[in-house]
């Protein structure tokens, strides 16, 4: 299975990963890209942002070989996933836990006071 991860902190990206890394370029290229979408839908929904802690945005568009998936914290750090469009045993709460997993791994490296906020995170 094929994935990309992004933390993104006012779309300026702190982690990327991929894997496995071969056409790295092009998952960047489309991570990137899908800022657009998830700054659209989060203009969109206005108000109901600010009473929610965290925010699932889900599905934000799928290409041909590949879905691209989002998620904000209640700080507005973004969170996007790309995964393969033939993995069809991922289901919406699958990758809800996901996005939860990688948040609670954000918070913890924020949480380091060894940490500089801002730095890229480097992780295995």
Do not use: W
Request: proline fraction near 4%.
């Amino acid at each position: 299975a094929r994935q990309c991860d992004l933390f993104c902190s006012q779309n300026y990206p702190l982690y990327i990963r991929s894997v496995p890394t071969e056409n790295e370029l092009k998952f960047h290229y489309t991570v990137h890209t899908s800022l657009d979408v998830v700054d659209e839908k989060i203009s969109a929904m206005g108000k109901a942002l600010v009473d929610q802690r965290e925010l699932y945005l889900g599905l934000l568009y799928p290409t041909e070989d590949y879905k691209v998936y989002g998620y904000v914290t209640n700080s507005k750090v973004k969170f996007v996933m790309v995964v393969d469009s033939s993995n069809t045993a991922l289901r919406d709460n699958e990758i809800r836990s996901m996005f939860r997993k990688l948040h609670n791994s954000y918070t913890d490296i924020m949480c380091n006071p060894f940490y500089n906020p801002g730095d890229r995170i480097h992780s295995r």
